[in-house]
């Protein structure tokens, strides 16, 4: 059979003596390919390593999770979900994998740990999060979180619960305690309910989302209640998340309170995004104004639970984009009052086109209209990226004409190039409390940082959403159409939109 990277090879495991030597030879081959000066050769041969099986093999796996290419450690990272045997996956727990001195291969480790297809034990999982490493700590609740929701955690589960409470009570890092809180949510839903009914007040917005995300996906006899709670709150990121537990419920009962909140909300995405749960679930196109909504809220039936499948006879994705006025960016309409701004500095972003202009230039232009067009009570900023984010600005700014024009001057003179580590500048832009949506504008082919692999990016994306809610709009650039897949999934899955353009026409 061919495998990837042109290599032939027969595997023959389990045949009689005289397949042995093909099999060593094959081995041997995918060894010497595992050691190539070319990335693409190494991913090929880490995927087809993991097909192999077999002690060697995966010893192979495991030290190219340390491959300083991305590409390669994301391709070995999933690899390990093909991992069967029980005492290999021990090793994960050593130096090879969580005890590792490189912080990459400990990191992707806790992040692969809830993808493997054999149990572990709980004893086990529970020691591990005791590390004052709180990234590392954050991706193994997130495994654990899984693990859990899978019945994959073996022997003294207890271990775990008493761990993960530990952490979701302290007070030192809020995103620790919050990501503990939803691995509660799966581990011991009843004391989820408690500490999720008591994080409801608490000081930390994160924490209130964390509780909104926990109560309704076990959908208590106060989840409403709780849901309108945090659709009030004074915090926007919260009441982002009330308003999504609220579509969660899938009542008639929380898409009222939907509606009713969308009449309220003062900020223009949240308002926006509460027309967009609404069109999923009614299959309508109704777009601000409440008073239809209202009407079809009226007619659905008291008690139960929406079957959403039945009821959205029509696409309302598919719509043109929403927006209330003229502004918007390389055809994609703004409908943010509080919006950063992403720009794949990479390769493409240098390559001259057809007519001779350089696509850079072409995106100046573009963002020079749509940040002209914004009023002052939009606040904004500018995050190009390379090998690392290149911020304007270390948080969101006025759109006032002073600050729209350094902002222009400063994105004209940045020639920063370089790969494209998407997954970084997300991050980044995540942590300002103020955004509520992230516009990226891509070639759609992350190349650097610690993922560049979107079937990686976006779940750790959408999990870390649940969190801290932010939208992802999508603008794609001569992106082919698996990685538009990919792309699309991001922005629907956090609630945005995904359009294509071509920087060469008007």
Not at 260 to 282: F, H, I, Y
């Amino acid at each position: 059979m061919w495998l990837e990277g042109g290599l032939a090879l027969v595997l023959l495991v389990g045949v009689p003596e005289v397949g042995k030597r093909e099999q060593r030879e094959a081995f041997e081959a995918l060894a010497t390919q595992a050691r190539d000066r070319e990335p693409e050769k190494r991913r090929s041969a880490v995927r087809a390593l993991a097909e192999f099986g077999g002690k060697d093999a995966w010893a192979l796996v495991f030290g190219a999770l340390g491959d300083p290419e991305s590409k390669v450690g994301d391709a070995a990272q999933e690899a390990l979900g093909k991992l069967a045997d029980p005492r290999l996956a021990l090793e994960l727990f050593g130096t090879l994998g969580l005890g590792s001195k490189d912080e990459r291969v400990a990191l992707r480790v806790a992040e692969a740990l809830g993808a493997l297809q054999v149990p572990l034990e709980g004893e086990k999982l529970a020691r591990e999060l005791a590390a004052r490493d709180g990234e590392r700590v954050r991706a193994l609740l997130g495994s654990i979180e899984r693990l859990a929701r899978e019945h994959r955690i073996t022997g003294n589960a207890e271990r775990v619960v008493d761990a993960v409470e530990r952490l979701e009570r302290s007070g030192s890092d809020p995103w620790v305690s919050a990501t503990a809180l939803c691995a509660l949510g799966e581990l011991a839903p009843e004391l989820a309910y408690r500490r999720a009914t008591d994080a409801l007040r608490d000081s930390s917005p994160l924490r209130r989302c964390a509780a909104g995300h926990v109560l309704a996906r076990l959908k208590s006899p106060d989840a409403l209640s709780s849901c309108l709670l945090l659709a009030r709150d004074r915090e926007p990121m919260v009441r982002l998340r009330g308003i999504e537990s609220l579509d969660v419920l899938g009542t008639r009962a929380s898409m009222l309170a939907i509606i009713a909140r969308m009449g309220e909300e003062p900020r223009l995405r949240l308002r926006w995004r509460a027309v967009d749960l609404l069109q999923r679930t009614s299959g309508l196109k109704h777009r601000l104004d409440p008073r239809p909504w209202q009407l079809w809220a009226d007619g659905l039936p008291e008690g139960g639970v929406l079957r959403r499948s039945a009821l959205a006879a029509t696409d309302a994705r598919a719509e043109p984009a929403q927006a209330t006025r003229a502004s918007g960016f390389a055809g994609l309409q703004l409908v943010s009052d509080r919006v950063t701004f992403l720009f794949d500095f990479s390769g493409s972003m240098w390559m001259p086109m057809a007519d001779g202009r350089v696509p850079k230039d072409v995106v100046t232009e573009k963002l020079k209209l749509a940040l002209e067009a914004l009023p002052e009570t939009t606040a904004f900023n500018l995050i190009p990226y390379t090998n690392v984010p290149i911020p304007w600005s270390p948080s969101l700014r006025p759109a006032r004409r002073k600050d729209i024009a350094e902002a222009l001057e400063w994105f004209s003179r940045c020639r920063e190039k370089g790969r494209g580590n998407f997954y970084d500048a997300a991050r980044l832009a995540w942590l300002d409390p103020d955004v509520d949506t992230i516009v990226v504008l891509t070639d759609g082919a992350p190349t650097g940082g610690l993922h560049s692999d979107m079937d990686l990016i976006v779940p750790r994306l959408v999990e870390l959403s649940r969190i801290r809610p932010v939208i992802v709009d999508s603008i794609l650039v001569d992106t082919p159409p698996g990685a538009v897949r990919r792309w699309r999934e991001l922005s629907e899955r956090t609630g945005g939109r995904l359009i294509e353009v071509d920087l060469a026409r008007p």
